[in-house]
């Protein structure tokens, strides 16, 4: 099952004791774990830029994803987000980060950049598509 495989992997690499699954979470805790994690993983096999990818770079957390065009558009390898080619380079990049406090620091500072450069906040958009629901009624 999936699960195990990822969890194999895992023992692989030499990161069993740091790689926590959590299960279904509420917002809140999801939030706190997010902004407490060493890096936040997104490799889906399908596009990565969806609602954890944007919440983890939203909660200031270390993303590690899947190199990928939605996610190069407006994230740079290495500078707001780590985004790599295949699974092997995963735990690499992983234990680069762990050996580096300061690549940590900018990816999660830069990260959050990235993301309000690309996106706007849940407050101006919804201010934006209220307006533009207005204008469509009056």
Same mark, same amino acid.
């Given at each position: 099952?999936?699960?195990?495989?990822?969890?194999?992997?895992?023992?692989?690499?030499?990161?069993?004791?740091?790689?926590?699954?959590?299960?279904?979470?509420?917002?809140?805790?999801?939030?706190?774990?997010?902004?407490?994690?060493?890096?936040?993983?997104?490799?889906?096999?399908?596009?990565?830029?969806?609602?954890?990818?944007?919440?983890?770079?939203?909660?200031?957390?270390?993303?590690?994803? &899947?190199? /990928?065009?939605?996610?190069?558009?407006?994230?740079?390898?290495? !500078?707001? $987000?780590?985004?790599? #080619?295949? %699974?092997?380079?995963?735990?690499?990049?992983?234990?680069?980060?762990?050996?580096?406090?300061?690549?940590?620091?900018?990816?999660?500072?830069?990260?959050?950049?990235?993301? &309000?450069? /690309?996106?706007?906040?849940?407050?101006?958009?919804?201010?934006? !598509?209220? $307006?533009?629901?207005? #204008?469509? %009624?009056?």
């Amino acid at each position: 099952k999936y699960f195990d495989q990822v969890f194999e992997y895992v023992k692989s690499v030499g990161l069993q004791g740091r790689v926590q699954y959590c299960g279904t979470l509420d917002k809140k805790e999801l939030f706190s774990h997010m902004k407490g994690a060493e890096v936040v993983l997104s490799l889906q096999k399908t596009s990565n830029l969806g609602n954890t990818l944007i919440e983890a770079l939203s909660c200031e957390s270390v993303v590690l994803s &899947y190199k /990928e065009p939605s996610l190069e558009a407006f994230l740079k390898n290495g !500078e707001s $987000a780590i985004l790599v #080619d295949n %699974i092997s380079s995963a735990g690499v990049a992983i234990l680069a980060i762990q050996e580096h406090p300061a690549l940590a620091i900018r990816l999660r500072k830069q990260g959050k950049k990235a993301l &309000y450069s /690309e996106f706007e906040n849940w407050n101006d958009r919804i201010s934006n !598509e209220l $307006a533009q629901i207005y #204008d469509v %009624i009056t």
